[in-house]
Structures are given as structure tokens and as C-alpha cells.
């Protein structure tokens, strides 16, 4: 059992940043020192970490796996440090310890319209190393006055815009200015350890096709959306230059790139003349499926490669079923999940701005837990959150908060009680609760006091419904669902939510007031939104999601709420009219009301807007924008337009517990509800969970108005099981099931 560095007097070294090079415009710096050791090891750690991104080395050798480290937090608050067993790289006699840094999110591009710097000036290095000896004797050594500092190859370094390498020296860089370092006074009590795993390299692909553009240009087709880089083997003679663009789409068969905005996603290498070349950037990453490739043979562009990145996440979720294109869209959905969840959950790799937007966040929390072990990596970024909300309660728009907005907004703000209790529901970690209660009641208590004595938050900027399909493509916050009654909704349903957190960790008092709060929002929604036939003000189908999802409604104005729903879907040809925060409840909210087969219809929908229409369209990540391409193959002409947006794939949440029937019963399913629901159109369908307790599986056919199904739980889970079209459930232990039922429903 080991533990890390729990105390900033643990530290001796000292944060060294250099002297006089490594200025914001002059390339990529790195640090170095030589330690002497009287003997090989027994045992050694590295502790580590930068202000900025570091890639270090320990006689030449890579020092861990991770890239992009220490990754991105809230750095004023919480800065992560990385553990190193680097045992192995040390010998008895000299070694030479040394650090390239890069930008990152610490002095990179963040916000539009390219400022950098968010966070500090000069780069700097933290670095400690602990070594054992067989004798008992141990030295610890790091960072400080005694390091040098040199330039490198890596000319310029931008996570935005990529990377200029003149490739004379052996990577990460080599010595060409000498010079020496100052010691940066940095609080070392914002170090802590990472609770979720860092960026790597998760998958390799290779082209799937090169193609020559109208233009003449070589394009590399990846055959997948992804976030990644592009590796490319040289032969060319020393001097030559070399330029990789990346972009998501094909536009009229060139690369599209106008979805980029600003970022100029752009790499660039002056070769060195050696053989078999390799040309890989360190301190940046894209959003592309497609890469142009200049300065290059045919030959050689063929040989090159994508390395997908994202978190390291364990993935513990799966579901296919008998459509081959919802099939497609659960796989996009889990590909736009790899590229955003990058160390934070980002709304998307590609353009100028690939941030932590909390309402994305929110709503695709429930996906987001099912498919993979996101437990370590969200617990830590709702740390940001707190640490980054106001003192009046506040919850920036983005966590990290880059943008420091101080307006709190419906939808995004309610981060801070949707994920904790999301997380608590996969995992039934009452931990998340107890940490986050006090966040989660500021929060709620700054809508309270907004809202002020009506209830009703009807004041202030929101974001509401965005980008439903009605909204123009430059104005996405002119929707069809009234701010004001979604904004009351969340309202509802933060406070709902707190009271339950309440009961959970036994602040019985906040339990009731809370519980109270939310009738008496309920009340104040129902006297000023809904009338007496039910109608909810704005009419479409986004406020009526909310409103019979969240129990928003009496019984008469459910009645009339949902009628007028199933009309509205009725009326738009089953095509969805929801932005982000009405579609992950859209099909909920008609099978809630007996629509099930209305769901299904526009679950299965091809025609925009549609989940499917960018199936159709050959998407293979989510789309932000129901219609980011165009049926005519030109690229939504708003500039906020990504392909690769994880928001939508929301609806992921409804396949696994409506479609294959795995939802949780209990807090981290330790009992397990399974009640798949078929349709003529969906006909076979199944799931896998490795929940906390063990892997549960379900599959099931329906063929010839006979239902079969299987389903499989693991020892300490029970499972209350309900067949199609029974009007009771049956209660199992763990073991392997088998049924087998008539069902032909009219």
C-alpha cells in the first residue's frame, strides 16, 4: 500500500519556470537537471506535475502513458499531480531527468476569439523524485534553483491550433539556447491527486481511405470521427516541409473546415532527412475524420495513422438490437462519449471552443454512467464545480470556468444537483452526496432567492431549450419553449432532487424543506404556465417533456397535457422539436402517458430533425446541430456547428432501460428493473451492464407474437422483472432466467 503526497509539506521541490525563453510565441521549452545515484534503485517515484502540459523523460525513456498531463482542472483550486513508478529507468551513476512543456489549457487558445493565457503567463515545472535503496536509505530530489532550461524543436504549440516542428534533434527537443531557471512561487496546497484516469491513447486506426480532392490535394479518410492526432512516417530530404490539416467532414469533396472557426487544427514539420521519419505532435489534439497531407508521397500518406485520445474510462456498458441504424446511432453516441469525456466533459475536440459546458454535461450524465466508469473522473470535476461556483451559489457555465459568467442559468447551473445524483444512482456512492450537499443547497437556494416569493424564475438570461430545430442558425437561444417555464421546471427539479440527496445522508429537516419547496414551485408553475384544459404555455413539445417527466402536472392538466403532446408529435410527422434540454426526455415523457409506439416512431424517424437523419447522412459521432450537414452535403451555415456533440446521444438513457429494459431499482442496481419494451419496428434488442455489484445482461426476440428473453445478475442483486404486456412482476435472485410469452398487443 502506498499513499502519494497528501500535504504540501511533502514537497521539497519548488515550481522552476526558465529565466529567459519560453515566452507565449517562442515554442515549447524544456527542463532538465542531473541526479547521481549510488546504486541501481529498489524503488523510485516520480511525483509530477506543470503549469502547463509536460512530457517527460527520464536517460532518454518516456516517463508513463498518459498525454496532455497533468490534464485540466481548475488550476487556481485544484491543480493534479501524476505518480510515476520509474523504478526501472534508473541506474546506478548519472541520469538525466528532463521535461518538455507545452501550453495547454494552462496558456493555450481557450475562449473565442483566441485570446491565451487563461491562467498564467510562465510555464513552469514541479517535479519530485523518491528513491529506495536496497541499504534502507532514501533520497528525495526535485525541482529548484540547480535546473536549466533549453528551446526545442517544437516551435510553436497550441491545443487549438496545433503544432511547427523543425525536426533537427532527437525528440521531445534538445539543447540549443542554455539557460537557466527561476523558482515560481505557486500555493502548493492546490496539488491533489487525480480521482479519475488520464488522457491517453485508446485506439489506433488506420486510413480507410486516401483520396485526391478537385483541388489536388491527398485526403486522409480515417473512416470515424474522432479526437485524436495524426502519426505520420517521413522519408524526405532534410528541409522539406510537411502539413497536416484536420477537419470533421467532406464539403463538396474538400476539406471542411469552416466548423473550426478560428482553431486552426493545423500541424506542420521541417523534415531532418532521416528515414522512416516519425512526425507526431505532443501538446495538441483535433476533432477530425478527414486529414490533408502536403509535402508528402502517396506511399507515405498511406502508412499513416489516427491515435485516437480521450479519458481512459473502463467501459462498462453496451446495447444492440435488430436495427441496424439505431445500432449506428448507439455507436456514434459512444464515439462522440470517447472524444468529449478529455479529462473534463467538453461539448466538442474540433473547434475554438472545447469547454466543460455544464448543461451538456447534465443531461448526458445517465448515458455517460451506464456505458462507462465515469465515477473517479465526474466525482473530480463536480470538485471544479464547487470550487468554481460563486459564493452567492452561481454555477459558471463552464467548469473549468474560463468565460466567468456570474448570471446563473436554468439548465447549465443544475449541474450541480443533476450529476451528483446521477452518479449516486450508478453507484450508489453516498460519498458524491456528502460531498457535493452543501454546492448542491447553495445552488438551489440562489434559484430560491431569484425567483423570490412567486416561485417563478422568470427574470434574468437563459439558455433555454438550445438549438431546437426552429432556432435560426446564428441565434440558437430562439427556441420555441418559453425560458421562463423551463427555467421553473429545473427550478422544481433541483429542489426535488436536493430533498432526496437530503434523506439519503439524514438531514432530515432540509429534506422536508425541500420537498416543500418543490410543491410550492409545482404550485407556482401550474397557476402561471398551465391552464385549465392542460395547455402549457409556449405549447411544444419540450415544456410538456418537462412537465410530465418531472410530476410537474395535477391529474386533470396531465390529462390535457397529454393529449396535447401526442398531437404535437402527431402534427410534426413524429420529427423531434427539442433542443438540448427537452430531448433527453421527449420519449420518456410519451411512454409516461401511454405513447409508446409514438416514441418509437420518432425514434425511428429518418427525416430531419431526427436522431437517425445523421445516420442516414453517414454521421458516425452525434451531431450538435439536428441539421449540422445539410441534405445537399453543404455544412449548416452557423458557426456553431459541430459533428461530433455528445447532447443528443441522451437518448441513449431511453435504449438502455426502455428499449433493452436495464434500469436501476435501486442506487447502483442493486436491484435491477428489467422491462424491455418492444415494437414492431425493434423486434430484438439486448444490454450489458458491469454494475457495481456484478454484470447484468438482457436479451430478448420477439418473432411470430412470441417473446423470449434471457437475463442474467450477478450474487447480491435482485431483479423485478416484467414481461410485455403483464400487469405483474416477478421477483428473481442472481443466476441466468429464461421466459418465454404471447404478446400481440393491438
Request: net charge negative; hydrophobic share 40%.
Amino acid at each position: 500500500m502506498e499513499t502519494g503526497l497528501l500535504d504540501a509539506s511533502d514537497w521539497s521541490a519548488k515550481f522552476v519556470t526558465p529565466s529567459t525563453i519560453g515566452e507565449l510565441e517562442a515554442g515549447a521549452p524544456f527542463l532538465s537537471n542531473i541526479v547521481l545515484l549510488p546504486t541501481a534503485p529498489r524503488s523510485a517515484r516520480l511525483y509530477i506535475t506543470a503549469l502547463g502540459t509536460y512530457n517527460a523523460r527520464i536517460n532518454g525513456a518516456r516517463v508513463g502513458i498518459d498525454e496532455l498531463a497533468p490534464g485540466w482542472s481548475s488550476y487556481s483550486h485544484r491543480l493534479k499531480y501524476q505518480t510515476h513508478d520509474v523504478t526501472n529507468l534508473l541506474t546506478a551513476g548519472t541520469n538525466r531527468v528532463e521535461a518538455l512543456i507545452g501550453n495547454g489549457w494552462y496558456r493555450g487558445q481557450l475562449v473565442w476569439p483566441g485570446n491565451r493565457s487563461s491562467y498564467g503567463a510562465q510555464l513552469a515545472l514541479l517535479a519530485q523524485l523518491h528513491v529506495k535503496f536496497d541499504d534502507g536509505t532514501e533520497l528525495i530530489w526535485g525541482t529548484d534553483e540547480s535546473w536549466s532550461a533549453g528551446s526545442s524543436d517544437l516551435r510553436y504549440d497550441d491545443l487549438y491550433d496545433g503544432e511547427i516542428w523543425n525536426m533537427k534533434g532527437e525528440r521531445p527537443g534538445r539543447e540549443e539556447r542554455p539557460d537557466s531557471v527561476e523558482v515560481l512561487q505557486v500555493d502548493l496546497e492546490t496539488l491533489v491527486a487525480p480521482t479519475g484516469p488520464g488522457i491517453r491513447t485508446t485506439e489506433i486506426l488506420r486510413p480507410r481511405e486516401v483520396i485526391r480532392s478537385p483541388s489536388g490535394a491527398l485526403i486522409v479518410d480515417f473512416g470515424q470521427n474522432i479526437a485524436g492526432r495524426v502519426r505520420l512516417t517521413a522519408n524526405g530530404a532534410a528541409g522539406t516541409a510537411v502539413m497536416v490539416r484536420h477537419a470533421e467532414v467532406l464539403e463538396h469533396s474538400e476539406l471542411g473546415t469552416r466548423p473550426l472557426r478560428s482553431a486552426k487544427a493545423t500541424c506542420s514539420y521541417v523534415l531532418d532527412g532521416s528515414n522512416d521519419e516519425i512526425l507526431e505532435p505532443i501538446f495538441t489534439y483535433s476533432g477530425f475524420r478527414y486529414a490533408e497531407v502536403t509535402g508528402l508521397d502517396l506511399e507515405d500518406v498511406k502508412r499513416c495513422e489516427a491515435l485516437v485520445l480521450g479519458s481512459n474510462l473502463q467501459r462498462t456498458g453496451w446495447f444492440s438490437c435488430s436495427d441496424p441504424e439505431i445500432q449506428r446511432l448507439h455507436s456514434n453516441i459512444v464515439w462522440s462519449m470517447r472524444s468529449n469525456f478529455f479529462d473534463v466533459p467538453t461539448d466538442c475536440p474540433q473547434r475554438d471552443e472545447r469547454l466543460g459546458w455544464t448543461g451538456d454535461a447534465q443531461v448526458f450524465a445517465p448515458t455517460a454512467n451506464f456505458l462507462f466508469d465515469t465515477a473517479g473522473m465526474l466525482a473530480g470535476w463536480l470538485k471544479d464545480l464547487t470550487a468554481e461556483q460563486r459564493a452567492d451559489g452561481t454555477v459558471p457555465l463552464v467548469v473549468p470556468d474560463v468565460l466567468r459568467n456570474d448570471t446563473p442559468v436554468a439548465g447549465w447551473g443544475d449541474a450541480a444537483t443533476v450529476v451528483p445524483m446521477t452518479l449516486f444512482q450508478a453507484y450508489a456512492d453516498r460519498q458524491v452526496l456528502l460531498d457535493q450537499y452543501e454546492s448542491m443547497k447553495r445552488w438551489v437556494d440562489k434559484v430560491a432567492a431569484v425567483a423570490g416569493e412567486n416561485h417563478l424564475w422568470d427574470t434574468g438570461y437563459q439558455l433555454g431549450d438550445w438549438l431546437d430545430p426552429s432556432a435560426p442558425p446564428e441565434h440558437a437561444d430562439q427556441v420555441k419553449a418559453d425560458p421562463a417555464v423551463v427555467a421553473t421546471a429545473y427550478f422544481a427539479r433541483s429542489a426535488s432532487l436536493l430533498a432526496a440527496a437530503a434523506r439519503e445522508i439524514g438531514i432530515d429537516d432540509d429534506a422536508r424543506r425541500y420537498e416543500s419547496l418543490f410543491y410550492e414551485v409545482r404550485k407556482a408553475f401550474n397557476k402561471a404556465y398551465v391552464d385549465s384544459n392542460g395547455t402549457v404555455q409556449s405549447d411544444c413539445q419540450t415544456v410538456y417533456a418537462l412537465s410530465i417527466c418531472w410530476n410537474l402536472l395535477g391529474p386533470d392538466a396531465l390529462a390535457g397535457a397529454a393529449q396535447r403532446l401526442g398531437e404535437l408529435v402527431r402534427e410534426a410527422g413524429c420529427r423531434i422539436s427539442t433542443g438540448f434540454l427537452g430531448t433527453p426526455l421527449i420519449l420518456d415523457a410519451l411512454c409516461e402517458i401511454g405513447e409508446r409506439s409514438l416514441a418509437f416512431s420518432m425514434l425511428t424517424q429518418r427525416d430531419c430533425p431526427s436522431w437517425l437523419y445523421p445516420v442516414s447522412m453517414g454521421a458516425t459521432t452525434v451531431w450538435e446541430r439536428w441539421d449540422s450537414m445539410l441534405p445537399d452535403g453543404s455544412i449548416n451555415p452557423g458557426a456553431m456547428t459541430s459533428f461530433n456533440h455528445y447532447a443528443y446521444g441522451a437518448v441513449a438513457d431511453w435504449l438502455h432501460r426502455r428499449v433493452a429494459g436495464i434500469a436501476p431499482g435501486e442506487p447502483g442496481y442493486r436491484t435491477v428493473v428489467i422491462s424491455p419494451q418492444p415494437d414492431p419496428r425493434i423486434t430484438a434488442a439486448g444490454a450489458a451492464l458491469e454494475s457495481p455489484y456484478g454484470r447484468i445482461e438482457v436479451e430478448w426476440s420477439w418473432i411470430d407474437e412470441v417473446f423470449k428473453m434471457k437475463a442474467n445478475t450477478p450474487p447480491g442483486v435482485t431483479a423485478v422483472i416484467t414481461l410485455p404486456g403483464a400487469s405483474t412482476s416477478v421477483t428473481v435472485s442472481n443466476g441466468e432466467h429464461s421466459f418465454s410469452t404471447h404478446y400481440a398487443p393491438e
